[in-house]
């Protein structure tokens, strides 16, 4: 099931791939959404060649892109793109960032992909069978404790405005995991989740398209997925949780302590 929108979404991720990867080290056009929210022709060129081939095969169903905002033929059927996951990163020519593309229907996740040109890591999940990392599956880990955790998470970019919410709740989980990361592409946080290398991931003011194909890619790999008050997750909500079942719990009384 769902065979044609996956192949889709893979020959989309696979040519958008080739063109960040030209592009990597050689971006020339930054321009700021806001103070530091950055966006470049990488960016735009990514989302034009996903866009126009899932509306070439799938021109009835909904858009929702980042960059050019929302397509609404009133359809229960909506794709979710992030053409370029990491932009800051990848201005910088730091290697970690990704394309991601997710299927919801009826409100509810179908399908996530997210590929890491770099990497060359290609995540997938279809809803009921499973993720896969460059078609192998993969499971979220076995940690059972926070102080044996690898954490990772993200700032969102009015933290200039408000940098005293974020950093309480970085500062509650700094002092009870392992370690806590900061890489800096909330879909690759996410995959690394579900294959197991981060224990848990939190983070807030995401919009749908950071996390729609990494919180599915999660469920799938046998993550638990909410808010930070413990509601089942959409990609509609400004919060999120997404960890191993023996940690999830923790985190949530971390984060609320
Ligand atoms: C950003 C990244 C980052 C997260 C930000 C996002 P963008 O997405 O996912 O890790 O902390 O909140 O907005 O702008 O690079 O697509
Ligand atoms: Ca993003
Ligand atoms: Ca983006």
Redesign the pocket.
């Known amino acids: 099931m769902w065979e044609k929108e996956i192949q889709v979404a893979r020959q989309a991720a696979r040519e958008a791939g080739i063109v960040l990867k030209r592009l990597f080290g050689q971006v020339s056009q930054i321009e700021k959404k806001g103070e530091i929210?950055l966006v470049t022709e990488a960016d735009l060129q990514s989302e034009k060649i996903i866009l126009d081939i899932i509306t070439r095969h799938f021109p009835q169903d909904n858009i929702l892109a980042?960059e050019a905002g929302e397509f609404n033929h009133l359809s229960d059927r909506m794709w979710i793109v992030?053409p370029?996951?990491?932009?800051?990163n990848f201005t910088h020519r730091f290697p970690v960032?990704a394309i991601s593309i997710a299927l919801e229907i009826e409100r509810e996740l179908i399908l996530g992909l997210v590929n890491s040109p770099c990497t060359n890591e290609q995540f997938e999940a279809v809803k009921g069978t499973g993720a896969f990392l460059n078609k192998k599956p993969i499971r979220v880990s076995q940690t059972k404790t926070l102080k044996d955790s690898l954490l990772v998470t993200?700032?969102?970019?009015d933290v200039y405005e408000n940098p005293q919410g974020v950093m309480d709740m970085f500062q509650k989980m700094i002092v009870r995991a392992q370690g806590v990361r900061r890489?800096?592409?909330?879909?690759i946080?996410l995959c690394y989740v579900a294959a197991g290398m981060f224990d848990g991931f939190w983070?807030e003011?995401?919009?749908p398209w950071?996390t729609a194909a990494g919180a599915i890619i999660v469920s799938e790999a046998g993550g638990k997925v909410t808010t930070y008050k413990g509601d089942p997750f959409t990609p509609h909500l400004k919060s999120i949780v997404a960890a191993n079942p023996h940690i999830h719990e923790a985190m949530l009384e971390a984060l609320n302590a």
């Open positions: 929210d980042e992030d370029l996951d990491g932009t800051t960032f993200g700032f969102p970019y890489p800096g592409s909330a879909v946080d983070e003011r995401l919009k950071d």
